[in-house]
């Protein structure tokens, strides 16, 4: 029972003063909290008091005539009927603002008059006039402000008593300068400001008043922690018996030296280090001679030993040190002085740790080559600070800027403005892989560049590596070729205004022509009528295949627009074919396979021109006895994108041994021959099919079968 006794004493001590110094501080706050707020409602009070001052104040040229300071020059420029009547309406005034005095002072020959004050009825019976009266004890404040033109607040006291006035500096019409001022006592604001000290001592008193209750409580505390505190000694002593074991398996060697530089404790990660046990040095001196056999060196280990302890560092130095066996080993030492005079000294070995840092140097170096070698630009910039680490020879040419104005300055301002607010890659997690971006170069001309970041670990710091591919060239040479497409496209738009315009001239000589025969149709032989007929079909034709040679002039790859369509208007938009191949004895079919999607997304009206103009045209040039048109899926070769659309043409021959049959698509047009129309169909056809992304195919066999062949992207993703 005698070990809790003597821990009491000074547990009980610190308790005492914990709650002394927690006493006093709460004491301390209670005062500053209430001085400062008597302060504050004094000042505001103060504030609130000068406020209504200056407002009165304001108001007292609004009492006088407007020329009364400009004739107020001397004793005898006002009338006794005029100062009685501003006297009345100055203590008229007074009475109903709660005011002491409301006055104002003129200056004449360097003194102060009273031009129109308050005058009380003593005053007044002790003297008739008071306008012009000599404000003998004047504060020196008031003559200053009056001559400097400034307003003025201050408390004084004078042969009339203890003033606070507010005094606001006017002019009158004619430039004569005056102050109108208003008075209150100072008993007066000292009354309120003793209610304001009354009340923070209330609230002091109220709250100092819990201090009662809070001693018993801590009292109580305190007796339950003496209580508890027998209990925790004996776990104390469990806790140092697990702390020795600790000390003994710790992997980092521990020796404790004493003041008087004894050795007390060396434990056996210590002894797995060095080779030496507490027998074998004994003292501080002893280990000092076993692991620095050299004098000089043990000399400058001493010499930092003792820096070390003077300053109080917890610092961590390396050091060879001599084995038990002769070896050398690279230990970290630490040493820490502890409150009782001891010193802890901390070994580890870094043996393998140097030799790590030697390998990462070589390999550093050896990076720093191969970057310095490569031929695009190379950045290494800082994740914590977005400074440049590195840049290889290869950027500082691109750029124009040093190596040593880009080295250690923030990224940003040289290698992208855009990135000043955030770092689409540090801050967003964005992924950067050659995009185009656009840099200033040191000479301020543009630097297109392939920009392409990555994170990465370098010597323990993290960092992200940027790569820069100058693209400036092919750049301007893309602006060039955009420009010339841009002059192209105008020249187009020119080309297809042109042809309209000579589309509309020869529309109406066709049909300034025509209509003539339309007239004598009727009135003409048989013979002749039936030619009428003949070149009125012609020229239709013509103004039909002129008008879609037209618009496909002026037509571009912009013009398509893609909609979604049922896939059977593809075969009813040409139901009008089977009459004219009935007319010229040809059968006419077309066949959609089953499998193709009842949706399909393209340009349906362009594309049923294009089956139409090749079905017509090689309706009208052939000589054989069936056109077969067929529209079918392809097989998808990809996982994604939109599927194909094969459209097929054929032409039975009418003699499979028949070589001369016309090539209904050939390109020189030696097919169609006996039409004069023949051949223009497929032009239109294979400029649509072009504007379109896609191509005309034409083969035809030794048996004299002909074929055309195109496929278009229709069938969307999602029906796939």
């Known amino acids: ?34 001085v400062s707020w008597i ?19 304001a108001v007292l040229p ?4 407007e020329d009364f300071h400009d004739r107020a020059v001397n004793a005898t420029a006002i009338g006794m009927e005029e100062e009685l009547r501003n006297r009345e309406n100055f203590n008229a005034f007074v009475r109903d603002n709660d005011l002491v005095y409301a006055y104002t002072l003129v200056k004449s020959d360097g003194k102060l008059h009273f031009s129109s004050p308050t005058i ?12 012009f009266y000599p404000y003998e004890d004047a504060p020196p404040e008031l003559s200053r402000a009056l001559d400097e033109g400034h307003d003025v607040s201050l408390t004084y006291k004078d042969d009339w008593g203890d003033f606070h006035t507010t005094c606001l500096f006017e002019t009158s019409p004619g430039g004569r300068p005056y102050l109108a001022c208003a008075d209150v006592e100072t008993s007066d604001l000292e009354a309120v400001y003793t209610s304001h000290m009354l009340l923070g001592l209330g609230g002091a008193v109220a709250l100092l008043g819990f201090l009662a209750p809070l001693f018993f409580l801590i009292r109580h505390f305190y007796r339950m922690h003496m209580t508890e505190l027998a209990g925790t000694h004996e776990k104390t002593q469990v806790h140092l018996e697990l702390l020795s074991t600790l000390v003994h398996r710790l992997p980092v060697g521990l020796m404790l030296v004493q003041p008087d530089n004894r050795i007390s404790l060396v434990n056996p990660a210590f002894t797995a280090l060095t080779g030496y046990s507490r027998e074998d040095i004994p003292t501080r001196n002893a280990w000092f001679r076993r692991i620095y056999p050299n004098v000089r060196d043990r000399r400058r280990y001493l010499k930092d030993w003792a820096h070390t302890l003077k300053n109080a560092e917890d610092a961590t130095t390396q050091m060879r040190v001599t084995r038990k066996d002769g070896t050398s080993r690279s230990l970290s030492q630490q040493l820490r002085l502890l409150e009782d005079g001891r010193i802890l000294i901390i070994l580890d070995d870094v043996t393998g740790e140097q030799e790590n840092q030697a390998r990462v140097r070589q390999d550093m170096e050896r990076l720093r080559t191969i970057l310095d070698a490569m031929q695009v630009g190379i950045a290494v910039v800082g994740v914590s600070d977005r400074r440049i680490r590195y840049v290889n020879p290869r950027l500082t040419e691109m750029t124009g800027w040093s190596q040593g104005m880009l080295h250690n300055a923030l990224c940003y301002r040289h290698l992208g403005r855009q990135c000043e607010s955030q770092c689409p890659v540090i801050d967003r997690g964005e992924v950067v892989q050659n995009r185009e971006v656009q840099l200033a170069a040191a000479d301020r001309s543009p630097w297109h560049v392939l920009k392409s970041v990555v994170r990465a670990e370098i010597g323990g710091e ?43 001239r020869l529309h109406a000589s066709l049909h300034a022509a025509v209509a003539p025969l339309k007239m004598l149709q009727n009135k003409v032989p048989e013979e002749v009528r039936n030619f009428a007929v003949a070149v009125q079909t012609a020229v239709k034709e013509f103004q039909d295949i002129l008008r879609q040679a037209l618009e496909l002039s002026a037509l571009s790859p912009r013009d398509i627009a893609e909609e979604p369509f049922a896939a059977c208007l ?39 021109r294009i089956l139409h103009n090749l079905a017509e045209e090689s309706i009208a040039s052939t000589e054989q006895e069936c056109v077969r048109l067929e529209i079918s899926p392809l097989p998808f070769r990809h996982s994604s994108g939109r599927g194909i659309v094969h459209f097929g043409l054929y032409e039975t021959p009418l003699d499979p041994d028949e070589k001369s049959a016309p090539h209904l698509f050939g390109e020189a047009g030696t097919a169609l021959h006996s039409h004069a129309e023949a051949g223009m169909g497929v032009v239109l056809a294979r400029r649509l099919l072009g504007i379109m992304g896609s191509g005309l195919c034409v083969m035809t066999d030794s048996n004299g079968r002909t074929e055309a062949h195109f496929s278009l992207p229709l069938i969307p993703p999602e029906t796939r």
Not at 4 to 32: D, N, Q
Not at 475 to 489: I, P, W
Request: glycine share 4%; proline share 5%.
């Open 39 to 57: 302060h504050h409602k004094d000042k505001h009070f103060l504030e609130a008091t000068d406020t209504r001052l200056r407002t009165a104040a």
């Open 462 to 504: 993290a960092v992200v590596i940027e790569s820069f591919s100058d693209i400036t060239g092919p750049k301007k040479l893309e602006m060039s070729l955009t420009a010339a497409r841009e002059a192209t496209e105008k020249i187009n738009r020119d080309t297809a205004a042109f042809l309209t315009e000579m589309n509309r």
């Open 570 to 608: 593809l075969a009813t938009s040409l139901e009008d074919l089977y009459e004219k191949a009935g007319e010229k004895g040809v059968s006419f079919v077309c066949r959609t396979a089953p499998d193709l999607p009842d949706t399909l997304l393209g340009d349906m009206p362009r594309i049923v």
């Open 62 to 65: 609004y009492l006088l005539a």
């Open 120 to 131: 009380s009825p003593a005053e007044a019976q002790s003297r008739r006039s008071w306008y």
């Open 1 to 34: 029972m005698t070990q809790p006794s003597t821990t009491r004493t000074p547990v009980l001590s610190s308790l005492l003063a914990r709650a002394s110094l927690l006493l006093f501080g709460y004491l301390a706050v209670v005062i500053v909290f209430f």
